[in-house]
């Protein structure tokens, strides 16, 4: 039942991913400014959305995690485990977002990459995480959780800062399409495409998000016997 | 920066092209590179003789 429940996901998330293609590429009109350039919207807006998500995930496992570490060690480890999960995939995410955005912007601006605020933050994000990921690779101990936690809850506070940075601050970054002010907002022949695609990349970060939490328990599973066998010895 | 009409197009063709390869490179290869993490953990827990039984509990 649970082999036929995660075929059926995959499944439909190939599907919801060939949909949103299509819908990007053959159903949705070139804009009228920007041409066929303004269709990188359709991986972009989704990628970024799903790691904001992704971290948002690593955030509520960091506060869990040291919360429930000493009171209950299983439950922190399983929190630990969507902690480093959410962080990684959402590296992975951003990582997309950071590279189709230069690639817009050099068509539609001349220029690869500015000192824009929502750049910046989004970059300063992206190396927070990374740094997350380095210190939980390269640092050992009962300390190496904990003080990935404690980084993945700071790194969390940047994500409202670059979501509001195009808000509160009027810099080279397009202003918001959703959420703005009065004049934002998106043609409606376009709309469809891009919440196809925010499904379709939902579905896909969800399942991979997925398959590295389980991943990490089995890796914490070989720890824990690890040390037992070696308390037996 | 002036461009043929039909320049610019090829050149938005061309990029936005670029930023959908990217996009994909990225995705299959985090996954590509998970699957290797996931068979080296399990060669392992093989090594160290570790019950299979006991680590999916």
């Not at chain 1, 080279?172 to 703005?180: D, E, K, S």
């Not at chain 1, 934002?184 to 990349?201: C, F, H, I, Y």
Request: some cysteine.
């Amino acid at each position: 039942m649970k082999r036929f429940a995660i075929g059926l996901y995959v499944t439909v998330t190939a599907v919801l991913l060939a949909w949103g293609y299509y819908q990007a590429i053959y159903v949705a009109p070139n804009d009228a400014m920007q041409g066929e350039i303004f269709r990188i919207i359709y991986y972009h807006v989704p990628s970024f959305a799903t790691a904001f998500t992704f971290y948002s995930i690593s955030f509520l496992g960091s506060i869990a995690f040291l919360s429930y570490r000493r009171s209950r060690p299983a439950w922190a480890q399983i929190a630990d485990g969507w902690a480093v999960a959410g962080a990684e995939v959402g590296v992975v995410f951003c990582t997309v977002g950071l590279t189709t955005g230069p690639l817009w912007a050099r068509r539609a601006w001349g220029i690869w990459w500015t000192w824009d605020a929502r750049l910046t933050t989004t970059l300063v994000l992206w190396l927070i995480y990374v740094s997350y990921l380095l210190l939980r690779r390269f640092s050992a101990g009962p300390q190496m959780q904990t003080l990935a936690a404690v980084l993945g809850i700071f790194g969390a506070l940047d994500v409202p800062i670059v979501y509001m940075a195009n808000r509160w601050w009027r810099t080279q970054h397009p202003a918001p399409v959703f959420g703005g002010d009065s004049n934002s907002g998106m043609d409606p022949s376009m709309v469809g495409a891009l919440m196809w695609n925010m499904l379709a990349w939902f579905a896909w970060g969800f399942l991979i998000l997925g398959i590295r939490f389980y991943v990490e328990r089995h890796h914490q599973k070989i720890a824990a016997a690890e040390a037992k066998a070696a308390l037996e010895a | 920066m002036f461009q043929a009409p039909d320049q610019a197009a090829v050149l938005d063709h061309q990029f936005r092209v670029a930023a959908y390869v990217v996009t994909w490179a990225i995705q299959i290869g985090y996954v590509l590179w998970l699957a290797m993490k996931w068979r080296a953990q399990k060669r392992e827990a093989e090594r160290l003789g570790i019950d299979r039984a006991k680590v999916q509990r």
